[in-house]
């Protein structure tokens, strides 16, 4: 009986085995892609349950905020509400039943008719609110990542053929101030400087819209922007310029490299062409880490500096309990950081010859 199931099964997975062997890439993409989905599923489901244990709920939020808006004090007497009508709006929302079947008439309403529903505090279309977001996170954290990146490597190079000197030793040493230095403290200094000295605005995003002046956006946009991003580069050039570095140092010392100058290839051949590929792997691997460090920096650069990003969002959406906005604010986080770790597993196969997945 068993060896005659074990045979069906085999039967059935034939197929899939057959196509892993033929395009071993894109199933190795489609694997990635169905984890993904699990992850974003379970993950979900825990901020439903969590948002479910954390004390009060919308309702609480909303009619706190009515009081206040009626003039009737601190919002702390809640006794002259009648107790029905907040039963009927919490059945109006749907939270008066368990989580798990909120979480699962969410997903329906996703997955079936692609509606990420409507914020319960302000009745905006979720969507409407992330695309008006998370576009300058987006924006902030690329730039971010390519001026890391940028430098990362040249400095990191450069310096590791000046190992030994005064010059490593200085950059070697405020490298790794700025990588132990905490972030949150660098930027309440940087905008504590910006109020001080004046040369900079306190606030992370011009006043006026780009479609005022594009021109003048641009501008302004880098002025506002330049302490957030200096702070972001300081914090995240650290570690990877120190990893390039260490990296370049280990090839330059393999038995290939002594091989290829006894064959009098010139040096500049022997860093770009041999050992500087060979720092992209470790590279590529942890940029996908490196990106979600970002958006986790930036959620706290967005409340420091009032910058009207995703991270922002998150915040307000958190402290108003409003669970629409908190879980598509986190899945869409979750979805960028795991598509970038995807994508660096994609690339490094792409870059490394010796890499192939699926191959048996």
Do not use: C
């Amino acid at each position: 009986m068993n060896t005659h199931l074990k045979f069906i099964i085999n039967s059935a997975l034939k197929p899939f085995h057959l196509f892993k062997r033929r395009f071993p890439l894109i199933s190795y993409i489609v694997n990635r892609l169905l984890t993904m989905l699990t992850m974003l599923f379970i993950l979900g489901f825990a901020v439903f349950g969590l948002m479910a244990l954390a004390p009060g709920d919308i309702v609480d939020q909303i009619m706190i905020q009515h009081l206040f808006s009626e003039g009737h004090g601190s919002g702390s007497d809640l006794s002259f509400l009648n107790t029905e009508q907040l039963v009927q709006r919490r059945a109006e929302l749907g939270l008066d039943q368990p989580f798990y079947v909120q979480y699962f008439k969410w997903l329906n309403r996703v997955i079936v008719h692609g509606d990420l529903g409507v914020s319960l505090i302000s009745r905006a279309p979720v969507s409407f609110l992330i695309v008006s977001r998370i576009w300058n996170s987006l924006a902030l954290n690329l730039i971010s990542l390519i001026f890391i990146t940028l430098f990362s490597f040249v400095l990191g190079v450069y310096f590791s053929s000046k190992a030994g000197t005064r010059a490593d030793y200085a950059v070697t040493f405020f490298a790794l101030v700025f990588h132990a230095f905490p972030g949150l403290l660098l930027l309440l200094l940087f905008q504590l400087f910006a109020f001080v000295s004046g040369l900079f605005p306190v606030t992370g995003y011009p006043s006026f819209p780009f479609s005022h002046s594009p021109l003048m956006f641009i501008f302004s946009y880098a002025h506002h922007i330049f302490l957030p991003l200096l702070a972001f580069f300081l914090n995240g050039i650290g570690g990877t310029l120190r990893m390039i570095r260490a990296t370049m140092l280990d090839q330059l010392g393999q038995p290939y490299i002594t091989s290829l100058r006894s064959r009098g290839i010139a040096e500049w051949r022997i860093y770009f062409n041999h050992a500087f590929r060979n720092t992209l792997n470790p590279y590529i691997t942890g940029s996908a880490n490196m990106l979600a460090s970002l958006f986790t920096g930036s959620l706290i650069m967005e409340i420091i500096f009032a910058y009207p990003g995703i991270g922002r969002l998150m915040y307000e959406a958190i402290t108003q309990q409003d669970v629409n906005l908190v879980l598509v604010n986190i899945m869409i986080v979750s979805f960028l950081v795991l598509v970038g770790m995807a994508l660096a597993d994609i690339i490094l196969a792409l870059v490394d010859p010796r890499i192939r997945y699926g191959k048996e």
